[in-house]
């Protein structure tokens, strides 16, 4: 891990790294944000999922809140984590590639995130990432005292970075807070990413016949990603009290085809049906009633508003999203949402989608996406262009017969046309070179060929 970034809270009575003495911060309620890569709901516990493949973390949101249909902005890391923490589109922050090709654009340093508005309120703000998509290369250590990320990612012949190695990794950034200052901690963690762990004794529990092998092995990683979980809470309560009285917060970047059902692909960053789109999202501490459900729609922009919602602070951030914690305080209930809209521009993929209460419409945008292509690429192997139309979610949950709803069809290309508008009046940073580490961590991740 690479530790980036100078920590407020190094020199407490003495000069910090700018040489201005420290503001002394009265403790605020702890915030700890947790971002779970490649987290398909409907296979996991609590949201929808008949296997038991993340016990643990159901009974955790069981004490808090549980989002029942949480829709991504976008179907892979970088721009879905961006919404996350930004409560905006990728389009509106300039993080989407709209050219064929790999999108290499960073975040703006103009754009604001989440822990720069926690920061202004007096928290240290600590980030770690296994993912790469998250490096500072691409500007993700905004707002951070400290900020570790993978270097490499891959160990060992592909182990991955694992919760438990993130979890040991933030404790002496952790312990160098004083007891007195609130904390925010942000962490992705990619357990259930690819390349799967085959072992015989992961895969035992899970073997199902009925099934691809790649959904008994995706079930296994949700179960190595619960029980890591487990230990990374309890191993972070236990140096630092405070956090058990924390707001923790649970969402997933985006979900995994796994070839289930087949047309769904087999991976994810080209489409937007839910297997790739809807990711859980769950919260607890003090102020939430167990057993509270938010039923509805409701989208990954709405994470920081909700978040700062449910803390009363304010800020200074142009978020799109829905402020939820009023809700949540009376008890859930339906979250009120009508749409979620969802995009992608992945290599010379362009594709849209709209949820609504009952129904999903998806459109291509690349007419030479028009022809049929194969992608391979982390364990892909799909022909293209998905269909375009509406389809009734009720009726016709795998999304097998399009639909021809044109009112919604006309809807979901005027918000496309206006990402695209919004996207050219951003401040569009030319493509990053990438350097040699993490260009082989995002191969090793199937993000490039």
Known sequence: MRILACGMWLLVAALGCTGQKPLEVPHKQDVVLLILCTARADQMSGWGSDVDTTPYLASKVAQGVRFERTISQAPWTRPASAAIITGRNPAQIGLIEPLDGRNERPLHPDVVTLAETMKTHGYATLGITANPNLNSHFGFDQGFDAYLETSPLMRDGGVKHLSPRVALDLIPELNRVPGTQGVFIQAMLVDAHRPFIRKAQYLEPFKDETVPKDVVAYRAALRRLDNGLEGLIQRWVSERPSLANALWVVVGDHGEGLGYPRHHGSSHGTSLYPSATHVPWGMWGPGIASNTVMSGLSAQIDVVPTILG????????????????????????????????????????????????????????????????????????????????????????????????????????????????????????????????????????????
């Open 310 to 449: 449910m803390n009363k602070l304010s800020s200074e951030m142009e978020w799109v999203g829905k402020d939820h914690s009023s809700r949540i305080r009376k008890g859930g209930g339906d979250s009120g949402r009508q749409r979620v809209f969802t995009a992608t521009w992945f290599r010379w993929v362009a594709r849209a989608a709209v949820y609504t209460p009952n129904g999903f419409c998806q459109r291509d945008f690349n007419p030479s996406a028009t022809a049929k292509r194969v992608m391979t690429g982390a364990g892909s192997s799909v022909q293209y262009p998905f269909p375009d139309g509406c389809f009734d979610l009720e009726k016709d949950p795998e999304l097998r017969s399009p639909l021809l709803d044109s009112a919604m069809d006309e809807e979901l290309k005027a918000w496309y046309l206006g990402q695209m508008d919004a996207f050219a009046s951003t401040k569009n940073p030319q493509k990053n070179s990438l350097p040699s580490d993490i260009d082989a961590q995002l191969k090793a991740l199937g993000y490039a060929e």
